[in-house]
């Protein structure tokens, strides 16, 4: 990514909001699809604002839109999916990092250290991979069942692997015996 769309922060006013709309195409398009390892990238929008939040902090809220293009993870088909979420960021002055090695971030965190300049393209990028599915499927593909075993023999099924299957089985002999 280029850093055209860098903002330095010092350079950012801190009475008004500074708008940004990003609508990449081209090239930009086709590096960004090949990053996400994506089939299809199309309609890539990020529309927000910077403001200043408190003296020395930073807020950046916009939204972000997509037609992403997946291989199916069944069938390997392409699935479109729409991507149309909002996203924020915090970038905080006094970041302080957590001094213990064990320590988790929250998964919803949205706050970063503040840096001389604040990048709305990277972070286009980021909250796109991060919305995209995990596991694409095509409509009304599901995950089969598949039977492996050597040639001549019975496949192991998940209903033989259930606990009690074998329990129940014998319990039903039993019944026929009495």
Known sequence: MSNQTSLRVADLPQNAPTPFELRPTGDALEAIKQELGL????KLSFVGELRAQGKRDWMLSGKLG????????VTLEPVTTRIDTPVSRVFVADWSDPEEPEFEIPEDDETEPLGPEIDPALIMVEALS???????????VELGQI?????????LTDEDVKPFAGLA??????????
């Open 130 to 140: 991060l919305a995209l599915p995990q596991y694409p499927r095509k409509d009304g």
């Open 66 to 73: 997509a037609t992403v293009i997946q291989p199916c993870v």
């Open 169 to 178: 089985g014998l319990r039903d002999a039993m019944k026929k015996d009495e």
């Open 39 to 42: 089939l299809g990238l199309r």
């Open 147 to 155: 039977d492996y075993t050597e040639p001549g023999k019975q496949a």
